[in-house]
């Protein structure tokens, strides 16, 4: 059994692939490395035929059933359990399905699922509901769902974007063991993940597939120089253009403050017992494995958490629930999360979501100035989507949607600028972009940057200040361990 590729062209709505001569033989597992913005997502999607949308031309032939793990598939998911809400029926709030039920496909045994929630370390979250587990927590609940399909092959797309350090590895290994029962296609996005335990990598870039090496030939291939280059010169326009519209603030109030902190549900206590505060021109890093509450902790300082209200918190030298709106304390920060992205379902165009962000809106409902659409089309310019424009947002590639995400969090200069997990589904070249940008908002002052990765190759110059939870085996739930520079 072979996949094969003759003289193909794939087209999407926003993304266009072509393969001239490709063989993956049986049980062959690739990786699949993309440069300047090259998407394999009409890839997957039609070898996983999980889009109808895409344009297929010349010969594929392809003798396998495929099921596909990708931020877009998980996304997608999220939105039939949205669907499906039944908590105005009932006496507390619907988290969605549980882990558990979600791996129990039809016909399945007992033992098998309980084998799939003991591989991917789910266990301990088997009765949790999927709308409350962490972006790393539901990667691995996407894969176990996927193999618990028994597909003839697995499409992961970035599988390893959103895990801890120890989740990282664990599950190298379990893909490992995996590719020698079955063919394994994998995007990855980071030299650093790069299996060990693929048979070849192929190198897509101008929306094509470039070149195939063995692992040993990768290792010595310049696509590193040459990626590094392109992002310098791509991440001074971005400088320039922060340049131009920028502001300082002069404010000298604390950004955010906290006092014995702590978030609980009725089965259990995420953390407890912070004392934190954000104090002006400071940089912070949150860190922590999945499932300790970083996301969480975020959502209490922007005010999506229903618990901000019942923790003692100053935003912006103001006590939480003294008179203002979350209007008022949105207006000063930026967002990018993986949750902001999965909330972010408006029918708007690319242009309209840019331009959303000086609203701190999801769509847009106010008629726009001339200044603001003329910003929000430099930033389209400079981050190469100029030409999607009035493409619905919900129609672009998943890496166009961060990108534009990243305009519209920064398109009204906020104080504060929260990346949680920012990087998830950029390629090489995008997620270099992303970080320069960063990296100079934090040198020249221009926001605070409030940052969570899982990645210690992510380190930020200039972020020194550093939130790290831990769990407490006493308590049975997490603390912080809080590092300060001078």
């Not at 908590?87 to 098998?112: H, N, P, R, W, Y």
């Not at 801890?164 to 490992?176: C, E």
């Not at 320039?240 to 609980?264: E, M, N, P, R, Y």
């Amino acid at each position: 059994m072979e996949l094969t590729f003759k003289d193909v062209t794939l087209t999407s709505p926003t993304t266009r692939l072509s393969i001239k001569d490709w063989k993956i033989h049986h049980k062959e597992s690739w990786a699949l490395f993309c440069t300047d913005g090259t998407s394999i997502s009409a890839l997957f999607d039609n070898l996983g035929k999980s889009d109808d949308e895409t344009i297929v031309e010349g010969e594929i032939d392809n003798p396998y059933s495929w099921v596909q793990v990708s931020l877009k598939e998980q996304q997608r998911l999220l939105e039939d359990e949205l669907a499906n809400d039944d908590t105005d029926f009932l006496d507390k709030i619907d988290q969605g399905s549980t882990v558990a039920e979600l791996i129990s496909i039809k016909g399945m045994t007992s033992t098998k699922c309980q084998q799939l929630l003991e591989q991917l370390d789910l266990q301990h979250l088997a009765n949790t509901g999927f709308r409350a587990l962490s972006t790393g927590e539901s990667r691995r609940v996407m894969l176990a769902r996927a193999i618990a399909f028994n597909p003839d092959g697995l499409l992961l797309d970035d599988p390893f974007a959103g895990l801890d350090i120890q989740h990282r590895q664990s599950l190298q290994h379990y893909l490992a063991t995996l590719s020698t029962t079955m063919p394994i296609l994998c995007g990855i996005s980071r030299f650093e993940d790069m299996p060990a335990w693929v048979d070849k990598i192929a190198l897509f870039g101008h929306h094509s597939l470039v070149d195939t090496f063995s692992f040993d030939e990768w290792q010595e291939h310049r696509v590193i120089k040459q990626l590094t280059s392109q992002s310098k010169r791509q991440s001074e326009k971005v400088q320039q253009l922060l340049d131009k519209h920028k502001h300082l603030s002069t404010d000298s109030d604390t950004i955010f403050k906290i006092q014995q902190g702590h978030v609980a549900y009725t089965d259990k206590i995420i953390f407890t017992g912070l004392n934190w505060q954000i104090d002006p021109l400071q940089h912070w890093q949150i860190k922590g494995p999945n499932g300790c509450g970083k996301s969480t902790l975020l959502g209490l300082i922007f005010g999506d958490h229903p618990q901000c209200y019942s923790n003692d918190i100053v935003i912006f030298g103001r006590q939480r629930g003294s008179g203002e709106t979350i209007w008022q304390i949105k207006q000063q920060i930026g967002m990018v999360s993986s949750a902001l992205h999965l909330q972010y379902r408006a029918g708007c165009s690319t242009l309209e979501a840019v331009i959303s962000g000086f609203y701190d809106s999801i769509g847009l409902y106010r008629k726009p100035t001339k200044a603001q659409i003329d910003e929000a089309l430099e930033w389209l310019e400079i981050l190469h989507l100029s030409e999607y424009r009035n493409t619905p947002f919900r129609q672009l590639d998943y890496a166009q949607q961060r990108l534009a995400l990243l305009a519209r969090a920064l398109i009204k200069h906020p104080r504060l600028l929260i990346l949680d997990e920012p990087y998830q589904g950029l390629d090489y070249l995008g997620r270099m972009l992303f970080k320069n940008t960063v990296s100079y908002l934090v040198s020249k002052q221009l926001c605070q940057v409030l940052y969570v990765s899982h990645y210690d190759e992510d380190k930020i110059l200039g972020i020194d200040n550093v939130l790290s939870f831990h769990f407490d085996e006493g308590l049975q739930c997490y603390r912080a361990k809080i590092n300060t520079v001078a």
